[in-house]
């Protein structure tokens, strides 16, 4: 499968199209909100099958970025959708490659840490390919310069 996707400020996906505001970007200011969001290509021959999408926030270190959660121990910060299936319209010929639009919104607060890079790693069926990453990074901490 092929897969186009980027972060951009907000998107939302709407009769079968992804609507994106702000998109392609790589450097974020830490707990800005964001979306990540693209657009799947399923091969025809798959496309009467269901299928799993996974989006996973890994830090610079390679290990899953983890957020708390009210009473309870930290959680990594998953993205794992009901299953999907393309819905295939009559007039559509045989071979053609179906989209599947996604988007995943987060709010305002993720407490990412500044000046540090960060990675989202998608799989597909429990499938990892190595293009299928979306690095970015974080803007560095403001120097607030003391008062004289």
């Not at 993205?79 to 319209?89: A, G, L, M, S, V």
């Not at 990892?128 to 403001?142: K, Q, R």
């Amino acid at each position: 499968m092929k897969v186009n996707w980027f972060l951009a400020e907000a998107a939302r996906v709407a009769e079968g199209k992804l609507n994106v505001l702000g998109g392609g970007w790589d450097m974020i200011a830490p707990g800005a909100p964001f979306g990540v969001c693209g657009v799947i290509g399923i091969p025809w021959h798959q496309g009467t099958e269901w299928h799993r999408l996974r989006l996973e926030l890994i830090d610079g270190d390679g290990n899953p970025f983890c957020v708390p959660v009210e009473g309870e121990e930290s959680k990594p910060l998953v993205f794992d959708p009901p299953p999907y299936r393309p819905n295939i319209p009559p007039h559509v010929k045989p071979g053609t490659t179906l989209a599947w639009p996604f988007l995943f919104n987060i709010g305002p607060g993720i407490p990412l840490a500044p000046g540090t890079i960060y990675e989202w790693r998608l799989s597909i069926d429990g499938a990892h390919e190595d293009e299928w990453t979306l690095p970015f990074t974080t803007f560095p901490a403001l120097e607030v310069p003391e008062a004289a």
